[in-house]
């Protein structure tokens, strides 16, 4: 089991922050574009190697992102068209997701809803910041570019309301 805290500084521009685990060693560096279109961001390991990267795909009514890890697998993250609260599909996953995406609080559960890994938003912080706990250490590379992928979707709504 590995917590890590997500401590993310979004703006327009180009992003670059760290990702530690609870010990406050960085795990992760995730790098995003500065005006590429498509916005695109790459997440690195502690020995910069690249861990995944995430690109918005641009002629899409609601936020679509691609996920390409490290293993060449691919994903697909999209935002659902709903009235009360946020909602995500998740392309070849293999994980089924539960929880609050408007406070970004959710689960991650298996085939057989054992919980791999846990989200939580930390409240009373100027940024965005998250307590990631991840179960499974195999799942951490793609726990951490679903929270990167998520966040930068919330971010970009609040900051256009």
């Not at 530690?20 to 390991?45: A, C, H, L, M």
């Not at 999209?78 to 609080?105: A, P, S």
Request: with cysteine; charged share 30%.
């Amino acid at each position: 089991m590995k917590t890590f805290l997500v401590k993310q500084k979004f703006r327009f521009g180009g992003e670059r922050f760290d990702i530690k685990d609870d010990r406050g060693v960085v795990n992760y560096q995730v790098e995003g574009s500065f005006f590429k279109i498509p916005k695109t961001f790459t997440i690195y390991d502690a020995h910069g190697e690249k861990v995944s990267e995430i690109s918005k795909e641009i002629f899409t009514l609601l936020p679509r992102f691609k996920i390409q890890l490290r293993d060449g697998s691919n994903l697909f993250i999209r935002k659902k068209l709903t009235f009360w609260r946020d909602k995500y599909e998740f392309d070849r996953l293999g994980l089924r997701i539960e929880g609050n995406f408007w406070d970004l609080n959710f689960k991650l559960l298996d085939d057989r809803d054992q919980l791999v890994a846990e989200i939580k938003k930390e409240i009373f912080h100027l940024t965005s910041t998250y307590t990631v706990t991840v179960l499974e250490d195999s799942y951490a590379d793609l726990v951490i570019s679903l929270c990167v992928a998520i966040d930068y979707v919330e971010m970009l709504e609040s900051s256009s309301s």
